[in-house]
């Protein structure tokens, strides 16, 4: 069974810049989270889908936003990059929705905004 | 204070030692998860524990619920278990993930 798949693996974007991401989840598992590790705070939670519905949100400004499709592949968007979305944005799936379950991350996309 | 404290930060071992990773936590949880990243950032989940104990391998982890803490045991470590550990917690009321800042451990042989 192939892993969670996150592509691009590396981007390079400017300040005012917007980027989306893509996580392809393992197959079968309906539940795709996001997060964001940076040297300064560590891993932070970004938000969870859930069948294509958000279902919690982390602490981060409107210009965060993500979704999730039918095939339950997600896809997380930043607007007017600054220079501190500068990141390893990384996503898990799980089978179900993560309360209590195992979770399966992808290598990540690293993000350097100048 | 940061609700997931972990410690060590940085532990540096010589192969075939027993080495012990501590978290705690300030808030109430319905899960912890213990998680080991490598150089080049993937994550693998080693444990998700809600009471007892789980073992897998060397690797044991542990937790207390009444006192809010957790350890990660590695027995008879081994160089390739270099990386940095990092500690999850589940909240309970808002189901968010809670980091850790993560053990970076280092096995020499």
């Known amino acids: 069974k192939a892993g969670v798949t996150q592509t691009p693996r590396y981007l390079i974007k400017t300040r005012g810049q917007q980027v989306t991401l893509s996580c392809s989840p393992i197959s079968g598992h309906r539940s795709v989270s996001w997060y964001q590790q940076t040297p300064g705070q560590g891993l932070q939670f970004l938000f969870e889908y859930f069948s294509e519905t958000q279902r919690n949100k982390g602490n981060f400004p409107g210009r965060f936003s993500g979704r999730q499709f039918s095939n339950s592949r997600s896809e997380m968007n930043v607007s007017t990059l600054e220079l501190g979305d500068s990141a390893l944005y990384l996503c898990?799936?799980?089978?179900?929705?993560?309360?209590?379950?195992?979770?399966?991350f992808g290598s990540g996309t690293q993000l350097s905004v100048l | 204070k940061n609700e997931v404290e972990q410690s060590p930060q940085n532990l540096t071992a010589q192969e075939g030692e027993f080495i012990t990773i501590n978290c705690s936590y300030s808030?109430?949880?319905?899960?912890l998860h213990w998680l080991q990243q490598h150089p080049g950032g993937g994550i693998v989940s080693l444990f998700m524990l809600s009471s007892g104990k789980k073992k897998h391998g060397r690797l044991i982890a542990t937790i207390n619920i009444q006192e809010k803490h957790s350890s990660l045991h590695i027995t008879a470590s081994h160089p390739r278990d270099s990386a940095v550990y990092i500690c999850a917690v589940r909240h309970l009321d808002t189901d968010k993930l809670i980091f850790g800042t993560g053990t970076r451990l280092q096995v020499f042989p």
């Open positions: 808030v109430g949880i319905s899960a």
């Open positions: 898990a799936s799980s089978l179900e929705q993560t309360t209590n379950e195992k979770l399966f």
